[in-house]
Each structure stands twice: as structure tokens, then as C-alpha cells.
């Protein structure tokens, strides 16, 4: 293993210097990750799953369309060795961050080789703005799918209660790759663009819950005065976060329970 990750190490330096097609016709895909099945990451991380959600693969097709010098994946095989790419970029992002992400591992990790990265991606920051875009899109849907999963009691209370664990527990539960997200953005501008849109459609989402927990039609309720709430939410749930990651429970951080309890108050009060 340490020979050829220092083989790895050496060709990724040679490919970030211009080579990456010249290598990416020699090299082929791992020879024993193609025999495996292709539902998970042929590597030391035994059972680490491929996103398999609905409409991943056109929307991995559209973003890579959408970037400059990436190649969308056409055939089975590609897709499928495409998809152990992005899940092993997604793995090391959520467990070491932007700067623990390098090409050798990920090539390691979803048994596909370095050669074979490059050729579809170009480079390490295109696989990474890939990555990216596909993380947000993932995050919206599962959000939008979760508050319209909800179904709301006549107690307005309870209910707006259950949107904000809704709401918290869609977020604590990505919490790794959001903070990974955010690092990614500060480092390439170019990622920038496409939070504005997800962000509004969330927002929207969100909107739409609350006007359903109050239990009454979009026509009579203030929309704008539910768009201020989310950010309310938005902004502590976000501000708790990052206080976490800085200061453990331990020592003063406040834990997940107690922050729903009030941040559920606080939204109370503001729809009162």
C-alpha cells in the first residue's frame, strides 16, 4: 500500500503540472474496485455508500456540463465509478475539510484510479466545485422532502415545535459537510453562486411549513413577517453551530435538545 501511494502521490504531482490527459488515456480504472459492486467505495472504508438518490445522476451531469473542463460521465460504468468518486470526495471533506482532500486519497478511498479522476474532472478544484454543487442540491431536496413530510395538529404550538425539529435535525445531520461547504466557498469564489438560489429555495420551503403550522391559507398570513422568522432560524441555528464546533457541550456549549427548546420558543413568540 505504500508503494503505491507514493506512486499516486508522485503521478498527482505530474498531473497537477499540465499532464492530466496525456495520463488519463494510459490509465485505466482499478481493475479490482470494477469487479465490486457499485454501491459502495471499493477501499479501506468498508460500507461507505454511494448516494443512489433519485435524479442524481442527471443533476451530476448538468453540473458537470455546467463546469469548465469537466467531463459528464455517459455509460454505466462511468457513473457508477463517477459516483464512488463523489461520495469519497464527500467523505474526506466531512472528516479533514477542504485541505484534507487530495486526489491520491480520494482515488484510494473510491478505488478508481488517479489517471482516471483527472481525466474526468481536469482538476482537484473542478472535482471539488462538482461536489459542491451536487452537497447543496443533496441538503435542499432533503429539506424540502422532510418539512413537506410534516403533518401538522390543530395546536399551532406543537406544530410549529415540530417544524423546528424538523428543521434542526436536517441541519445537525449535515452538519459536517455544511462546515465543509462553507470552508470550499471561502477558497473558491466561483463556488459562491450557486448558494444564493438553494438558500432561497429553502427559504421558501421553510416559509411554507410555517404558513402550514399556522394552519391557515397562504392569502391571509404575512409572508414577509414568515420570511423573517426562517431567518431567525437560519441565522441562530447556524450561530449555535458554529459555537459547538468551536466549544464542546462540555464546556459551555449549549447541547442539541435545550437549543430546539429555544429556538421553538422564540419562534413561538414571533408568530403569536
Same mark, same amino acid.
Not at 475539510?97 to 483527472?118: M, R
Not at 399551532?156 to 434542526?168: E, G, N, P
Given at each position: 500500500?505504500?508503494?503505491?501511494?507514493?506512486?499516486?502521490?508522485?503521478?498527482?504531482?505530474?498531473?497537477?503540472?499540465?499532464?492530466?490527459h496525456a495520463f488519463a488515456a494510459r490509465m485505466g480504472r482499478s481493475g479490482a474496485c470494477a469487479r465490486q459492486a457499485p454501491d459502495s467505495i471499493c477501499s479501506g472504508s468498508a460500507g461507505y455508500s454511494v448516494?443512489?438518490?433519485?435524479?442524481?445522476?442527471?443533476?451530476?451531469?448538468?453540473?458537470?456540463? &455546467?463546469?469548465?473542463?469537466?467531463?459528464?460521465?455517459?455509460?454505466?460504468?462511468?457513473?457508477?465509478?463517477?459516483?464512488?468518486?463523489?461520495?469519497?470526495?464527500?467523505?474526506?471533506?466531512?472528516?479533514?475539510?477542504?485541505?484534507?482532500?487530495?486526489?491520491?486519497?480520494?482515488?484510494?478511498?473510491?478505488?478508481?484510479?488517479?489517471?482516471?479522476?483527472?481525466?474526468?474532472?481536469?482538476?482537484?478544484?473542478?472535482?471539488?466545485?462538482?461536489?459542491?454543487?451536487? &452537497?447543496?442540491?443533496?441538503?435542499?431536496?432533503?429539506?424540502?422532502?422532510?418539512?413537506?413530510?410534516?403533518?401538522?395538529?390543530?395546536?399551532?404550538?406543537?406544530?410549529?415545535?415540530?417544524?423546528?425539529?424538523?428543521?434542526?435535525?436536517?441541519?445537525?445531520?449535515?452538519?459536517a459537510i455544511i462546515g465543509a461547504l462553507q470552508a470550499l466557498v471561502s477558497e473558491d469564489p466561483e463556488m459562491a453562486s450557486a448558494g444564493p438560489e438553494v438558500f432561497a429555495e429553502t427559504r421558501a420551503a421553510?416559509?411554507?411549513?410555517?404558513?402550514?403550522?399556522?394552519?391557515?391559507?397562504?392569502?391571509?398570513?404575512?409572508?414577509?413577517?414568515?420570511?423573517?422568522?426562517? &431567518?431567525?432560524?437560519?441565522?441562530?441555528?447556524?450561530?449555535?453551530?458554529?459555537?459547538?464546533?468551536?466549544?464542546?457541550?462540555?464546556?459551555?456549549?449549549?447541547?442539541?435538545?435545550?437549543?430546539?427548546?429555544?429556538?421553538?420558543?422564540?419562534?413561538?413568540?414571533?408568530?403569536?
Amino acid at each position: 500500500m505504500g508503494q503505491r501511494r507514493d506512486r499516486d502521490m508522485a503521478l498527482t504531482r505530474r498531473l497537477e503540472r499540465g499532464e492530466a490527459h496525456a495520463f488519463a488515456a494510459r490509465m485505466g480504472r482499478s481493475g479490482a474496485c470494477a469487479r465490486q459492486a457499485p454501491d459502495s467505495i471499493c477501499s479501506g472504508s468498508a460500507g461507505y455508500s454511494v448516494p443512489q438518490a433519485n435524479g442524481t445522476v442527471a443533476a451530476v451531469v448538468k453540473s458537470a456540463v &455546467e463546469i469548465e473542463g469537466v467531463a459528464a460521465p455517459q455509460q454505466g460504468r462511468s457513473r457508477e465509478s463517477f459516483a464512488r468518486v463523489r461520495a469519497a470526495t464527500v467523505q474526506l471533506l466531512s472528516e479533514k475539510g477542504p485541505k484534507g482532500v487530495l486526489i491520491a486519497d480520494v482515488s484510494a478511498l473510491a478505488g478508481v484510479s488517479v489517471g482516471t479522476i483527472y481525466g474526468r474532472v481536469g482538476s482537484r478544484a473542478n472535482l471539488l466545485r462538482v461536489v459542491h454543487r451536487e &452537497e447543496l442540491e443533496r441538503m435542499r431536496t432533503s429539506m424540502v422532502a422532510r418539512l413537506d413530510a410534516l403533518e401538522f395538529s390543530e395546536e399551532v404550538d406543537t406544530s410549529l415545535r415540530q417544524l423546528v425539529h424538523a428543521y434542526v435535525a436536517e441541519l445537525v445531520q449535515n452538519v459536517a459537510i455544511i462546515g465543509a461547504l462553507q470552508a470550499l466557498v471561502s477558497e473558491d469564489p466561483e463556488m459562491a453562486s450557486a448558494g444564493p438560489e438553494v438558500f432561497a429555495e429553502t427559504r421558501a420551503a421553510v416559509v411554507a411549513a410555517l404558513a402550514r403550522a399556522l394552519g391557515a391559507g397562504a392569502s391571509s398570513v404575512d409572508t414577509a413577517w414568515l420570511g423573517w422568522v426562517f &431567518e431567525v432560524m437560519f441565522a441562530s441555528t447556524r450561530h449555535w453551530q458554529d459555537e459547538s464546533a468551536a466549544m464542546p457541550a462540555s464546556a459551555g456549549a449549549m447541547e442539541e435538545s435545550r437549543f430546539e427548546e429555544q429556538l421553538g420558543r422564540s419562534v413561538i413568540l414571533l408568530l403569536r
